[in-house]
């Protein structure tokens, strides 16, 4: 499993659970510097928006993963504004990007508080909007989280195969990547399916029971995000073992 592969659960997990850790430049189309999370990308991956921290996974921006992947509005409707609004309220710039990561222009103090009330606006829209309108997005984020579990589940047997692989050829290494990254996009199922019970329960009107599954939602984000970050970690120091091995055995 080398960069690519990795970066492929990275881009994976942003989608599952709206945030990340790690940059996914090409894909980003804004970067966010707040004062409170530090820089952040605002990626479109696959049709789905993310955002992408790069700071560390604890304390505050855990808990604000943990908070996004488990926002209501989020999980119902695949909607961002509420997460969005929360984070450009922290911010003291704004760089937009094109699909190259490159800087094309630059938002100020006055244009970013416009864009918070847009966000806003969005989310009171949403609490106001006729229920059969609701059920209607519902719906649509329904069938867009089982198609996502549907290419998770792709990509998790797409590591099984290459885990077979790299054992038949001995290499270790690529066994352990490919062992995580197929656990991984098990979990990523996982906290999909919570989101669709959600938002079955939002339908059913069983307000408490859909908040109890947030809450689970929030948590299994939590997990996900620290086992990858944590593995990130022991990627970068194969990838280093493995260049030294290589270099070693140059002729």
Do not use: W
């Not at 696959?46 to 604890?58: H, I, N, P």
């Not at 998770?152 to 990254?181: P, Y």
């Not at 339908?203 to 996900?224: R, T």
Request: negative net charge.
């Amino acid at each position: 499993m080398r960069r690519k592969g990795f970066m492929k659960l990275a881009a994976a997990a942003a989608v599952a659970a709206v945030c990340f850790l790690l940059p996914l430049k090409a894909d980003a189309a804004e970067l966010i510097h707040s004062d409170e999370y530090g820089d952040v990308y605002v990626v479109n991956s696959e049709g789905r928006d993310s955002l992408v921290f790069m700071e560390d996974a604890s304390g505050k921006v855990l808990e604000f993963m943990k908070e996004s992947a488990g926002d209501p509005y989020f999980v119902r409707y695949n909607v961002m504004d509420a997460s969005l609004a929360r984070l450009k309220a922290t911010a003291s710039a704004i760089q937009v990007l094109d699909d190259n990561g490159e800087l094309i222009a630059s938002k100020g103090a006055a244009e970013i508080q416009q864009e918070v009330a847009a966000h806003l606006a969005v989310i009171n829209a949403l609490d106001t909007m006729d229920p059969q309108q609701q059920i209607i997005l519902e719906n649509q984020q329904l069938a867009s989280l089982a198609a996502l579990k549907q290419e998770l589940l792709l990509q998790k047997q797409d590591s099984l195969v290459k885990m077979q692989q790299a054992a038949a050829n001995g290499s270790t290494e690529e066994v352990i990547a490919c062992q995580f990254a197929a656990a991984m996009y098990d979990q990523m199922i996982t906290l999909s399916a919570s989101k669709e019970q959600a938002i079955l329960l939002y339908q059913q009107q069983s307000i408490p029971e859909a908040q109890q599954v947030l809450e689970s939602i929030k948590e299994q984000a939590g997990i996900i995000q620290r086992e990858i970050s944590d593995f990130a970690v022991q990627f970068k120091q194969l990838l280093v073992q493995e260049i030294v091995n290589e270099l070693v055995n140059l002729p």
